[in-house]
Structure formats: C-alpha cells, structure tokens
C-alpha cells in the first residue's frame, strides 16, 4: 500500500491567481495521477506524471493551465492557473497500488473554491 | 471508448437492509472492472475489483459484486447495511493491461445513506 500526503486539503483563491498543490509519496513510484473531481460529476484524468519527463495530458487538459511538476520519484506538483470559478473542484494525487492496472491509492483530495 | 453508469445518484437504506448500487459499462474488450468508496473527507479506497476468473468478486466491509458480461454489469452489494456504509460509491472500468487504454473510467458516482 502507499500513503499519500495532499496540501492544501482546502483552499479559497481569487480569480485570476494560481494554486500549487503538493503530492508526497511514502514510497518511490513511477506514475503519478492527477484527477479532478467537480461538484457532481465523475473523477476525470487530467494527466500523468512520471519523473524525469514531461507529464502526459489528457484531452481537454494543456500545459499552461495545469503544469506539473515531477522532480523525483515521491514528490509532485499540480498547478491550477488563472483561476476561474470553474476551477471549483477537488484535485486528487494517486499512485499505482497492485499488480493490476486501476488499482490505485488516492490522497484525501485538495478542495479549491474560487471566487 | 469506455464509459460506465451508475444509476442513481442517491441511494437511501434503513441499516440492516440490502444494499444494491447499480453500475453498468460499454468497453469494447472484457474489461477489468472496480468499485471504489469515498468516505467524507477522504481520498477514493479500492472496494473490490474484477479482472479475470470467479465473477463474483469479495471486497472490503462485507460487499461483493458479480461481473455479469450478458448485462454488461457490475452491481456492488451488501446483504446487511451499517451506519459506517454511508460514503460515496465509484464504479469504474479500465481495458485489460496491453489492450492500449489502461487508464480508469469512473462512473459519476452513487451516495449511500443509512437510515437509521
């Protein structure tokens, strides 16, 4: 199993700014995922982050609203920027768990409320 | 593409009843199958999942679901609910690994809530 570390679990921003959220790992990994999980609606992919690459985004999802960091193999970063109150959402970090792929291990989530 | 439905956004059982949360897939390949619970405040924990072998699959607290491939379904269940059930319920779906799309599908979600 693995343990995961998210900060801020909440924040309240303006529009316009950005949010930094952190994901620390008990253990080395490979692949880092970032999901977003809005008011009423399903968990959506937003990228993958492996170490010592770039992360690879899903449709719908680009660099320069959602950059991530990946500077080592317990350790990443998401950034939401200019923020718009659509932003409004949960974030969540997982990592791979078991030997199927799906299985994974979620942090607590980070709740982003933008006014 | 994948996609999976889970129907009803709110379940509602008086503790001690059965629990049934319906999840429906489209995969175009047998897919590999999970439910996961968020209980408040807390990231997603795996439940129980299907890949491949015995379709009724044992999870976590007493649930179970069955893969039934004829109905493309995957409903979770529990013979009796406890107050502690109360969470919300995630279907999802991912292809079977070296079928190209590995990455999970969640549904949109059920909450549970027992009455008392």
């Known amino acids: 199993s693995a343990v995961i570390s998210q900060k801020p679990s909440r924040d309240i921003c303006q529009r316009g700014t950005s949010l930094t959220i952190q994901c620390q790992v008990d253990?080395?990994?490979?692949?880092m995922f970032w999901y977003r999980q809005q008011p009423g609606q399903s968990l959506t992919l937003i990228a993958t982050?492996?170490?010592?690459?770039?992360?690879?985004?899903e449709s719908g999802f680009v660099i320069d609203k959602f950059p991530i960091s990946r500077p080592n193999l317990t350790f990443s970063t998401l950034t939401v920027s200019n923020l718009s109150p659509e932003d409004s959402s949960i974030y969540l970090c997982?990592?791979?768990?078991?030997?199927?792929?799906?299985?994974?291990?979620f942090g607590e989530g980070s709740r982003l409320t933008v006014l | 593409a994948q996609s999976v439905t889970q129907l009803g956004s709110h379940v509602s059982v008086s503790e001690g009843a059965l629990v049934l949360l319906r999840c429906n897939y489209s995969?175009?390949?047998?897919?590999?199958l999970f439910w996961y619970v968020q209980y408040p405040n807390q990231g997603l924990q795996l439940l129980l999942k299907?890949?491949?072998?015995?379709?009724l699959v044992k999870g976590i607290n007493g649930f179970e679901a069955e893969f039934k491939k004829s109905e493309t379904s995957f409903h979770l269940t529990k013979p009796s609910a406890h107050m502690s059930d109360a969470a919300e319920y995630f279907c999802?779906?991912?292809?079977?690994?070296?079928?190209?799309?590995?990455?999970?599908?969640f549904g949109t979600g059920t909450r549970l809530t027992i009455i008392p």
């Open positions: 999802a779906v991912s292809d079977p690994p070296n079928f190209g799309n590995e990455k999970l599908t």
């Open positions: 253990s080395q990994v490979t692949m």
């Open positions: 995969s175009s390949v047998p897919p590999y």
């Open positions: 299907y890949t491949t072998g015995a379709t």
């Open positions: 982050a492996n170490q010592g690459s770039e992360a690879t985004y």
């Open positions: 997982s990592v791979g768990g078991g030997p199927e792929p799906g299985e994974l291990f």
